[in-house]
């Protein structure tokens, strides 16, 4: 009986407790992921000039729910805040900048990754099902970040912190002024 038992441990090898975790990582946040997506994809959907009087705004989630509106960045960053909130590690969180084939402009979407290396999934205000990023030709990623990162999509290497987006900085100035009142 033990030499069963090692030999089913050195078949299965280490990454059996590693590929239980992430499936049950994802099992546990794709409910998360679905609620967030489904909450704020239910905002009216309004540009930034007829909104804010501005080219490109970034609102805060606060300021999305309160207007009872916003664009594809404002709703990627409520989800990514909201997720993170809730838990979910930021390394699983990538709020990514893409052009979008369908509509013919730039876009936002955060993009979940259960791993480093996976395919990520994506929550869109375009469509209401959050879909891997692979069935999701209509994005062309150009580069994405999250609190700490930054990476562009042509390679997985870092090119720098997430600091170096100026809305970015201007999202989180207002979020930490927002949390004073």
């Known amino acids: 009986m033990q030499t069963n038992v090692r030999q089913m441990k050195a078949t299965a090898g280490p990454d059996l407790t590693g590929k239980l975790l992430r499936s049950r990582n994802v099992q546990l946040e794709m409910p998360l992921l679905k609620r967030a997506n489904d909450f704020y994809n239910q905002i009216p959907y309004v540009s930034d000039l007829e909104h804010w009087g501005v080219e490109d705004y970034w609102a805060t989630p606060v300021e999305l729910v309160a207007s009872f509106g916003g664009d594809c960045e404002d709703y990627a960053i409520a989800k990514y805040m909201t997720l993170k909130d809730l838990g979910i590690p ?16 730039t876009h936002m979407v955060l993009a979940y990754y259960p791993t480093p290396d996976s395919d990520p999934w994506i929550l869109d205000n375009l469509i209401p099902e959050i879909k891997h990023g692979s069935e999701r030709t209509d994005l062309i990623p150009v580069y994405s970040f999250n609190d700490d990162d930054l990476w562009l999509a042509n390679g997985t290497a870092r090119k720098g912190g997430a600091s170096t987006v100026r809305l970015w900085r201007d999202v989180i100035e207002k979020m930490d002024r927002e949390s004073k009142l």
């Open 90 to 105: 930021i390394e699983r969180l990538r709020i990514t900048y893409v052009r979008a084939i369908k509509i013919g402009e």
